[in-house]
């Protein structure tokens, strides 16, 4: 059974659609012309290397919660807790970061750090699908408490413990685990925040659906999310699975700490990477659990953010940011339920 | 004696919009749909009020200004989920992201802020001890007598009257109440939208008890209030009850952070905490609507 | 005639599940409407009440043309449905479930129920019928019986003169069929027009006075009950002679148990022992819900137990997980095809896959190829169709996702296998093959614990028969005693 192109088509098509409708009314109320805001936007996000590099630097976190997100829904999992876990992965680069010994070979130091951001997204998510599978807790609930805890605990630690001096940021990671901006291979991008951890951004997804479809692990993740029953009645740990999935989706989430702080900005502090883990549910339903898909949505996404920040001098950049929800709305009512089911292939 | 006062007026104040936010939740989850659109029902009701009180000058109408706000985010969330069947979680998800970025690009084009709003219906300061005044100050607040207002109007609907039985009909079976000729689609439509009134009026007394609209002034109060519902059974005195218990503990941050031995991150992170553990060890007790989701 | 359908077609997609199917209803009088699973008897009651809508033919109802009513008109005529599955609010009580939609009202706007108006009216409905229950009990405290009661006060209380009843005896006891059938006897006498659906003969004539038989759609037999022998309405039913098993086994009387059951107690099960040898059979008959789910659950390792052992051929296998089990050498194979039989969201590869305990750990990486090879290699052997290895079992008719699922678990070592409802809403000619591909397997030395509804299944498969009644095994014989007569006593518990 394959989709044709038109299904495939149709959650974009009708998001696009919605979100103009709504976006230019807004811009419209806010007394600007839409044509004009369309035009600054599309030039701010597209039009120079500058405004690309920015989009794609952008979209790099959104990649990464997106894949995250669609995991834990193979799972017939609600991972809401992506924004925690990558305030967790960001907490964990800006811890582990400044301690990598200098001599330490590059490649050696950004790899540690990255297993600190992931293991520190794998603690939040394992804690919430073990929460699921021996408690019975909803996973929306227990990860949006997640959540608020990560996110009161990186204040603290941002503002006190973590604190760089009279600086409102941490310590600067060690030169040994710092991933090098593209700026110096292409000097038209200077100052863009685009490192290469882009390139771990748009590898990601791929790994993550060939996880699913191509390994027993992947098999039972997608067992789970068809029909919890079965997975149980086959003597598959319904437990084990629960913690898997959300561990793997967590991890995912917390790769985004690798971008951050190793990629764009060198050090943490308080805000960096909020909303990301909930636009990340957005770029999920759009994406379908196809890489190719997902990458494109959080590319979407970025531009919007991008574009947003460009036209803020004439409409508040929050106005392209209400696209987001409408896409969610409009796609969310196609795919999400078959997407939830793991019908989605 | 007078830290105690202060405690409990806290209470009162930080009781009063999950309170609310609770009760609107406990209809719409009875209805079968998930809400952790509760959110953004509350900021976008503190904002209408904000907006209400500067035009009118009166909490009343500023309340007014919430309840509609708040329902129509409620109708809304109704068209999504209900009318074109998205996935409950993910058009929460979208509700509360379009409450956050449509508060910010209004509060931009009418009073030109990014972060606030001027401050609203302040007062001459009143006289007498710190615990008195703030007692007083909490109990002036319309919203929370409205709160007790809405807590026995929802006891009654839920328990005692057809439209109650109906939504809890929808929520456990909704193809019994196919059956019998009344439709799902419009009992959970209004379940919905009451349920956005009530957690925009939640919202307001945010904003009316601060005297001012912030951005993203209900940082998680809608997701603790969904969790209320759920200690509280998905019934509404017990709720109630959940509700106060974790308004208590946001008394208890606001009483004492600054003052004791005790770190504040401790303290700011008690509700979350609780409730966490709350909702797991009840988790198995209560029973959720059988067709939520 | 208070209700006729004339000539109605129905198609999902290209299956035509009704063809030119007529059918009437008169005051007075019960019309069975009899037909094997699928043969389009559901369809036909959501076409009558209003539900679904038919592709060509008319629904008449008291003479006036009906094109398209909802449930609410429906219910305004004069017509009621109990549905198969039961449309009660469990957490309402049997007042407030009777007179949802039609609450009486009180208080101001009338915003409040009327719940002493509704518990009168329960009551003297209930006097009148026969149909006794108190009004203030929760649904969710009441046995099968007891919520088939509320169905029909539900619809009676509406005020209905034709009621449609969908297999309203599957779920309940002999006793309980008997009640149901003299309130029914008594509801047509005072004059209503009765739809009775069922497969099981014995109540088709002990109620019917027309019977209508459907096949594959269509309507192979109309006439008066009294015109008519068991004979003929089984063979209409089937459309001719039922296709026969063979069998090849050598007599091995001596062979060694290979999975035994000792006192076992758990939820729903109370002292229960059985064992079953290698090349055997062993049915299981009873009246659903009295403790075979919990049994085959418990053995296969998925519902804990209290007390007992069960040892699967010399291994002790009471402390075993569901997964040692599997590797031991059990099979299973539950009733509930779609929820824990299969995985409908997954391909027929993926589900047949799984199958293998190795899937349930480890992480290995998969050969997409082997996989397509392994399950067309399953599916030319069990005749799956479509015969697409990467097809989703969502997309398969009952019959092929059964096949699929009884071939995940006969298609890999095995020393025990339980099997229930093996061909419960599966077509004949699939059912045939599933029966046959056990008997093969027991021939090879698979030892098997059947349940079934079917009385027939069982004493087509079994080598002996027990009955199990809440949660025991009361009796075992032969399967050549196993009759209808000798068994019926002991599933009701006549005989305890």
């Known amino acids: 059974m394959t989709e044709s192109r038109l299904d495939r088509a149709a959650p974009w098509l009708i998001a696009a659609g919605c979100s103009l409708v709504a976006v230019n009314v807004a811009i419209w109320i806010a007394g600007a012309s839409p044509w004009h805001v369309g035009k600054l936007a599309f030039a701010g996000a597209f039009g120079s290397a500058y405004g690309l590099a920015q989009t794609l630097a952008k979209a790099t976190p959104l990649a990464l919660t997106g894949a995250s997100v669609a995991f834990a829904l193979r799972a017939g999992l609600f991972n809401v807790g992506a924004e925690g876990q990558v305030a967790a992965g960001v907490l964990a680069a800006a811890v582990v970061g400044p301690r990598v010994p200098q001599g330490i070979p590059w490649g050696i130091g950004v790899i540690l750090v990255a297993c600190a951001s992931m293991a520190a997204g794998a603690l939040l998510g394992a804690i919430a699908g073990w929460l699921k599978a021996a408690r019975g807790a909803h996973e929306v609930l227990s990860t949006l408490m997640l959540n608020g805890l990560v996110a009161v605990l990186a204040t603290w630690l941002y503002s006190g413990p973590l604190r760089f001096g009279a600086q409102v940021h941490t310590a600067p990671v060690s030169a040994g685990a710092r991933i090098p901006a593209i700026d110096h291979v292409l000097p038209a991008l200077r100052g863009s925040a685009l490192s290469y951890a882009v390139v771990l951004a748009a590898i990601v997804p791929f790994a993550a659906k060939w996880y699913l479809d191509r390994t027993r692990g992947g098999l039972r993740i997608r067992a789970l999310g068809a029909s919890p029953a079965t997975a149980q009645s086959l003597g598959h740990s319904v437990l084990a699975t629960n913690v898997r999935a959300m561990a793997m989706a967590g991890a995912l989430a917390g790769l985004v700490g690798v971008h951050y702080v190793l990629g764009f900005k060198g050090y943490a502090e308080d805000g960096l990477g909020a909303g990301v883990g909930f636009t990340g549910i957005a770029v999920a339903m759009l994406g379908a659990g196809r890489p190719i898909a997902t990458l494109l949505a959080a590319v979407l996404f970025g531009a919007l953010a991008q574009g947003g920040l460009a036209v803020n001098a004439v409409v508040p950049s929050d106005t392209l940011l209400l696209a987001q929800s409408i896409v969610l709305v409009s796609v969310g009512a196609v795919v999400a339920r078959s997407l939830a089911k793991g019908a989605a292939r | 004696m007078n830290a105690l006062l202060v405690f409990i007026a806290q209470c009162i104040s930080a009781t009063t919009p999950l309170l609310l936010a609770a009760l609107g939740g406990t209809l719409s989850e009875r209805a079968g749909v998930a809400t952790i659109a509760l959110e953004g029902y509350i900021l976008v009701g503190a904002f209408a009020a904000a907006v209400g009180a500067l035009a009118s000058g009166s909490a009343l109408f500023a309340c007014a200004c919430a309840i509609v706000a708040g329902a129509l985010m409620g109708a809304l969330f109704s068209l999504s989920t209900v009318t074109l069947k998205a996935n409950a979680i993910v058009a929460g998800v979208a509700v509360n992201l379009f409450a956050g970025a449509s508060t910010r690009v209004a509060l931009k084009v009418l009073y030109d802020s990014a972060s606030n709003s001027p401050p609203l219906l302040t007062r001459s300061a009143r006289t007498g001890s710190i615990g008195a005044v703030s007692l007083i100050e909490s109990l002036s607040q319309p919203v929370t007598w409205l709160a007790l207002l809405a807590l026995v109007a929802v006891v009654t609907l839920v328990h005692k009257s057809a439209f109650g039985m109906r939504v809890e009909a929808a929520g456990e079976h909704p193809d019994a109440l196919t059956t019998r000729g009344v439709s799902v689609e419009r009992t959970r439509w209004i379940a919905l939208t009451m349920g956005g009134a009530l957690a925009g009026l939640g919202g307001a007394h945010l904003s009316l008890a601060q005297h001012e609209f912030v951005a993203y002034m209900s940082a998680g109060r809608g997701f603790l209030a969904l969790a209320a519902v759920i200690i509280g059974g998905w019934k509404p005195a017990r709720t109630a009850l959940a509700a106060l218990s974790i308004g208590a503990l946001y008394a208890l941050e606001a009483t004492l952070s600054g003052r004791a031995a005790i770190p504040t991150v401790l303290l700011q992170a008690l509700p979350f905490a609780f409730t966490l553990v709350a909702v797991v060890g009840l988790v198995g007790r209560v029973r959720a609507p059988r067709a939520l989701g | ?496």
């Open chain 3, 1 to 496: 005639m208070t209700l006729s359908l004339s000539r109605v077609h129905k198609r999902y997609g290209p299956r035509a599940v009704l063809e030119d199917a007529s059918l009437s209803l008169e005051p007075g009088r019960i019309r069975a409407l009899v037909g094997e699973n699928g043969a389009g008897k559901s369809t036909l009651v959501k076409i009558a009440c209003g539900m679904l809508a038919p592709d060509e033919g008319a629904l008449r109802f008291d003479q006036r043309a009906v094109t398209g009513w909802s449930a609410r008109e429906a219910t305004a005529a004069g017509l009621g449905v109990v549905h198969q599955h039961f449309t009660l609010v469990e957490t309402l009580t049997v007042a407030d479930n009777v007179v949802l939609g039609r609450e009486p009202r009180r208080g101001p706007f009338g915003l409040l129920v009327d719940r002493d108006n509704a518990r009168a009216r329960v009551r003297s409905l209930g006097e009148k019928h026969g149909l006794v229950i108190d009004p203030d009990r929760r649904i969710e405290s009441l046995s099968v019986g007891e919520r088939q009661r509320v169905e029909l006060l539900r619809v009676l209380d509406g005020g209905a003169r034709c009621v449609l009843l969908d297999e309203p005896t599957a779920v309940l006891s002999p006793a309980e069929v008997r009640g149901l059938l003299d309130v029914l006897r008594s509801l047509a006498k005072s004059g209503a027009a009765l739809l009775f659906i069922s497969h099981k003969l014995d109540e088709v004539f002990a109620i019917a006075d027309d019977v209508t038989v459907l096949r594959r759609g269509r309507v192979v037999l109309d006439a008066k009950a009294s015109e008519l022998s068991r004979d003929d309405v089984a063979k209409a039913v089937v459309g001719g002679e039922v296709p026969s098993l063979r069998s090849a086994r050598v007599s091995e009387a001596e062979a060694r148990v290979a999975l035994r059951v000792d006192g076992l107690v758990c939820d729903g099960v109370d002292q229960l022992s059985l064992s079953v040898r290698r090349g055997e059979v062993l049915g299981i008959a009873g009246v659903e819900g009295n403790g075979q789910r919990a049994l085959f659950e418990a053995i296969a390792g998925v519902r804990a137990t209290q007390r007992g052992t069960i040892t699967l051929g010399d291994r002790d296998a009471t402390r075993d997980s569901a997964l040692e089990r599997r590797r031991a050498g059990l099979g299973f194979v539950p009733e509930d095809r779609e929820n824990t039989g299969l995985c409908a969201a997954l391909s027929i590869a993926e589900n047949l896959c799984l199958g293998d305990p190795a899937t349930a750990t480890g992480d290995g990486a998969l050969s997409a190829r082997k996989l397509r090879e392994d399950a067309l290699r399953v599916i030319e052997r069990y005749d799956i169709r479509p015969a697409d290895p990467e097809a989703p079992v969502r997309s398969l008719s009952g019959g092929n996702a059964q096949k699929v699922l009884v071939a995940r678990e006969l298609e890999r070592p095995l020393e025990a296998l339980l099997l229930a409802q093996p061909t419960r809403g599966v077509d004949i000619g699939a059912a045939t093959a599933i029966r046959q591909h056990v008997l093969d397997a027991r021939d090879r030395g698979l030892a098997v614990v059947l349940v079934s509804s079917e009385l027939d299944e069982l004493r087509a498969l079994s080598d002996r028969v027990a009955v199990i009644f809440r949660g025991k095994l009361v009796t075992e014989m032969p399967v050549h005693e196993a009759t209808d007569e000798r068994l019926g006593p002991w599933m009701i518990g006549a005989n305890t």
